[in-house]
């Protein structure tokens, strides 16, 4: 549980919360046997480890890895992870649901970057269009922050870069050239 730890949780000294967490018996960091499913909290691990999972998807939808410059054909619940990028085609849709359990959807013909939780945003979209709940969205011209629990929103990234937000439900913050609406 140690090197788990180690590896995985932003306080690798924290391995005993894995012991509570999952109800096992032992106060021993060794009782974790190869093959052991184990859960943790997800505000214990490491925020660049922490996933968003792909949901849905419908036509053409490609995801590029940060570190990669290959765009690939997404899979049902696969993982994406900070500065992941996915992108639709022309007539394609793709739900994202973040750690946190907020989703995310993405419109045909857009653009977006996962982003970690600590730059107080959860995707930047740099083309096309999405619609949300919870998530945090960056755009070239505005930040959206979602203010109640029921917040329904959408944001468009126009051809000149400005940036379209539409609130169905709830309250959201837009910040643009300075100001906060």
Same mark, same amino acid.
């Given at each position: 549980?140690?090197?788990?730890?180690?590896?995985?949780?932003?306080?690798?000294?924290?391995?005993? *919360?894995?012991?509570?967490?999952?109800?096992?018996?032992?106060?021993?960091?060794? #009782?974790?046997?190869?093959?052991?499913?184990?859960?943790?909290? #997800?505000?214990?691990?490491?925020?660049?480890?922490?996933?968003?999972?792909?949901?849905? /998807?419908?036509? *053409?939808?490609? /995801?590029?890895?940060? *570190? !990669?410059?290959?765009?690939?054909?997404?899979?049902?619940?696969?993982?994406?992870?900070?500065?992941?990028? @996915?992108? &639709? &085609?022309?007539?394609?849709?793709?739900?994202?649901? /973040?750690?946190?359990?907020?989703?995310?959807?993405?419109?045909?013909?857009?653009?977006? @970057?996962?982003?970690?939780?600590?730059?107080? !945003?959860?995707?930047?979209?740099?083309?096309?269009? #999405?619609?949300? !709940?919870?998530?945090? #969205?960056? !755009?070239?011209?505005?930040?959206?922050?979602?203010?109640?629990?029921?917040?329904? /929103?959408?944001?468009?990234?126009? *051809?000149?870069?400005?940036?379209?937000?539409?609130?169905?439900?709830?309250?959201?913050?837009?910040?643009?050239?300075?100001?906060?609406?």
């Amino acid at each position: 549980l140690w090197s788990i730890a180690n590896i995985y949780l932003k306080d690798p000294t924290s391995w005993n *919360e894995i012991l509570k967490y999952n109800r096992l018996p032992a106060s021993d960091p060794s #009782v974790a046997l190869p093959g052991m499913v184990l859960r943790v909290p #997800v505000n214990m691990i490491k925020e660049k480890l922490r996933a968003a999972r792909l949901i849905y /998807f419908l036509n *053409e939808v490609l /995801f590029r890895k940060s *570190e !990669t410059p290959d765009w690939k054909s997404v899979a049902l619940n696969m993982d994406l992870y900070q500065d992941d990028s @996915v992108r &639709t &085609t022309a007539q394609a849709q793709a739900r994202v649901r /973040f750690y946190g359990g907020e989703t995310l959807n993405i419109y045909s013909d857009s653009l977006a @970057v996962l982003r970690p939780p600590r730059k107080q !945003t959860d995707l930047e979209l740099l083309k096309g269009e #999405v619609r949300g !709940t919870h998530s945090r #969205v960056l !755009t070239a011209s505005a930040r959206i922050t979602p203010k109640t629990n029921d917040t329904d /929103f959408s944001a468009r990234v126009k *051809e000149d870069l400005t940036t379209l937000v539409q609130v169905y439900k709830g309250r959201a913050d837009v910040e643009a050239q300075g100001k906060t609406v």
